[in-house]
């Protein structure tokens, strides 16, 4: 019997933890401790609830207006006793965040395994996003089990030195949550309100973009809002207090569009499944338009996803205001470059990631 333990604490890394979550658990050879640090609380239990899921251990760590330091020594203070008490045989974490980066440190410190869920994905640039990248180079330092979503993803990692062996190219676990969320019928109130208007969905919070990057952003969407009478646009708001008011500021008067809380999974695939188009700054929504075929403008100035770009679907805009008002006027217009980004093209997978890393883990660890 194999213990393994998950460890994740934001909504991304809970969605796409728990359809691994699910597999271990279906294995009768493997017990499976689950541990949320909590670093969201309604974000991340709004996605177990979805899932099913009742973890072993919650930290709750998360403070309003949290910082790094505040995320980063809590979830140090609080998950040593569990991993001494449980000393799993390996521990599981999932991308590029705060929860992802402290429980790998954790983890070296005890000299338990750590294996890389979505590992090797880069943009080179340590302070963008911030600190995401400093996260995933961290995490692939001690990593004894990297698996990469891509052929691209192992090359990355291969360029760091990196050991071959270690190295697993499984496609993302993104797609195997994607396969059970969306659905043809799918109705909501908010689709209602929308009617035949040419619906936009955005999201945006990365922490390197609040502040004056996000009033462009939204400044430039508010420009475009303004001139087409026929889009209306949804906005699912991150539950960061300082996006808020902002997102009041530029927004709040409009009656073309809805700030709306977070919407759980299934609800919010669906609404990118009905979309006409999609402007976020997530790292995530950007492996799962491709799938649906829904172009995207990225409102960044990098990307560790550059495989939804060579498939056509999402465009890098930065985050100056002409550039992202221009842009998305050219898809309201341009029905060729619209019909150009349309393409559903899948390079993050089968939709088989979650079995392939258990079989791979149970075959390594025996
Ligand atoms: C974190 C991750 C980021 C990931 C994002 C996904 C880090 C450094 N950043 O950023 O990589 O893309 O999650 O959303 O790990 N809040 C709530 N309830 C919630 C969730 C958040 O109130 O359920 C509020 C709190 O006031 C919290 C703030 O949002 O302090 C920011 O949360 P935090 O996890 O620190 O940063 P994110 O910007 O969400
Ligand atoms: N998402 C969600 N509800 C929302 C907005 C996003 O369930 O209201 C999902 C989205 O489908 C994707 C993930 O949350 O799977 C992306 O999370 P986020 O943008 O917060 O983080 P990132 O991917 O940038 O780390």
Sequence with gaps: MKKIMTVFGTRPEAIKMSPLVKELESRDNIETIVCVTGQHKEMLHQVLSVFDIAPDYDLEIMKHNQDLFDVTMAILDRIKPILVAEQPDVVLVHGDTSTTFATALACFYLRIPVGHVEAGLRTHNI???????????????????????????????????????SIFVTGNTAIDALATTVNGDYRHEVLDWVDDARLITITAHRRENLGEPMRHM???????????????????????????????????DSDQMKIIPPLEVVEFHNLLANSYLILTDSG??????????????????????????AAGTLKLVGTEETTIYENFKLLLDDDATYQTMSVAANPYGDGTASR???????????
């Design 284 to 309: 995530g929504i950007q492996e799962e338009a491709p799938s649906l075929g829904k172009p995207v403008l990225v409102m960044r100035d990098t990307t560790e996803r550059p495989e939804g770009i």
């Design 127 to 165: 302070y963008s996003p911030y600190p995401e990248e400093f996260n995933r180079q961290a995490v692939g330092l001690v990593s004894a089990f990297n698996f990469a979503p891509t052929e691209q993803a192992k090359a990355n990692l291969l360029k760091e030195g990196k050991d071959e062996a």
């Design 218 to 252: 939204f400044k430039a969407i508010r420009r475009v809002v303004d001139e087409y009478p026929d889009i209306k646009v949804v906005y699912p708001i991150h539950m960061n207090p300082k996006i808020r008011e902002l997102a009041d500021e530029f927004f709040g």
């Design 356 to 366: 392939q890393i258990v079989d791979i883990l149970l075959e390594k660890l025996s």
